[in-house]
């Protein structure tokens, strides 16, 4: 048996080095770097008396491939984002905040499929049984037929599903708290859940177990532990939310079995969490008539469109350098867009405070917001309104343009259903085709530049925003 080696890895990154050090030079953490051991690697090559693999079996890429089997919750939202259901013999990580809801969701999965006689298993590394009963009580859920235990032991854990009345679905509360004891390392170092996680996804992929891993997140909101973790899986899923608000999004990231950037809404109650049919109208719902600095935007979150509601207030700043807030969208991407505005626009913005904010909690990632956002921007400028029934959408490059985005007609349809009677968006593709067709009842205004968006809302040009600024730089000397 080969000799076991020392060797300094990363607990935040997973990166290994042959020596300790005080900051790891692949991520910049400091103080993550620890002792662990790993197994001395094999001779190499093919020497004498070494046994030659095995030849390989070719395929082509036509041929009839069923589809797989799965398992539905009936929790409509959860179901969504996993493309259909949890995939029998697959395992799927879902992470999030701490308190954000993962064991809660869970719990009520697990319960949903117990109650549709799918034998369910609730593994608690974390909490001990009377806590998991306490919440099944608080959820509604205390009378289904799930089989709970509290362990920590991958060994016990893979013995226990390995019988042949084992529960077909398992979940793991949490990854960072499993062990295996062929390891040298304490619990929740990155080798203790590389190899947690691998052992369980064989178990998985051999029993034809569907795996459910909750993942603990470090502060910038990634999976804790190695990255490779991530690739192990075949769905992962990432809970979203503000503690402040009562809505939670479950967004997919990764998925081998259904479309990726999914995401599901749900709404966080006493009695646990509970799907939203109809996100766009929940997000609208409260919209505080004309008010300016607030715009809708038709986005797309996978292939759902959902509208929310995108607030800025734009203010005369009381420091010398101005301050840019954003909440829920990418404060690059504000910067960018208040430049072109600034340079291409003529919009006297940046000696001004930009406070951005996504309503409702949601983070958006799609560039088809920029348009959205500078119409909210210009709109607190001018102290001017957005027409109540118009949605807004589209990406803006650096020369000011305005381009057109996908799924035009999703997001209009969308719009269209919910009463919205006219939308900003950029001008179609050239050579696309037939033109496309607006929903029945909502009229398009199409635009080439921003500019012409500034020019709808007239905003106060800088020789007017500019005596302020130097009354207020006088009344600070003085």
Known sequence: M?????????QSCGAITSKWSGRCE?????????????????????????????????????????????????????????????????????????????????LQVAAALARQHTACAYISGEEALDQVRLRGERLGVSDAPVHLTAA???????????????????????????????????????????????????????????????????????????RVLEHMVDTVLYFEGERGHQFRILRTVKNRFGPTDEIGVFEMSDRGLADVANPSALFLGERRGQVSGACVFAGIEGTRPLL??????????????????????????????LAVLEARCAAAVGANDVYLNVAGGLRISEPAADLAVAASVVSSLADEPVPADMVVFGEIGLGG??????????????????????????????????????????TIDEIDHLSDLVARFQPADRRQRRPEREGLADRRRN
């Open 2 to 10: 080969a000799r076991p080696l020392k060797r300094f890895a990363c």
């Open 26 to 106: 692949s991520c910049g953490e400091w103080n993550t770097i620890v002792e662990e051991t790993a197994a001395a690697p094999g001779p190499a090559g093919g020497g004498p008396g070494r046994h030659r693999g095995r030849l390989l079996e070719f395929a082509t890429l036509k041929g009839s491939t069923p589809q797989p089997a799965r398992y539905r919750s009936g929790i409509a939202e959860f179901d969504r984002v996993c493309g259909g259901g949890l995939v029998v013999g697959s395992a799927l990580l879902i992470g999030g905040d701490p308190g954000i809801g993962k064991s809660t969701l869970l």
């Open 152 to 226: 920590t032991s991958v060994r016990d854990i893979i013995a226990s599903l390995e019988r042949p009345d084992a529960p077909r679905v398992a979940v793991i509360d949490s990854i960072q708290t499993m062990w295996l004891d062929t390891v040298e390392s304490t619990p929740g170092t990155v080798t203790q859940v590389r190899a947690s996680a691998q052992a369980l996804v064989e178990l998985a992929k051999r029993r034809g177990i569907a795996i459910l891993l909750v993942g603990h997140v470090t502060k910038d909101g990634a999976i804790a532990g190695p």
């Open 308 to 337: 929310v509601e995108i607030q800025a207030l734009v203010a005369p700043s009381s420091f010398g350098t101005p301050r840019h807030a954003v909440v829920g969208w990418d404060s690059n991407r504000l910067a960018m867009v």
């Open 401 to 442: 343009e305005v381009r057109p985005v996908g799924q035009r007609e999703a997001r209009l349809r969308e719009a269209a259903k919910l009463g919205f009677r006219s939308a900003l968006v950029p001008r179609a593709r050239a050579g696309s085709g037939s033109t496309p067709r607006a929903p029945e009842g909502i």
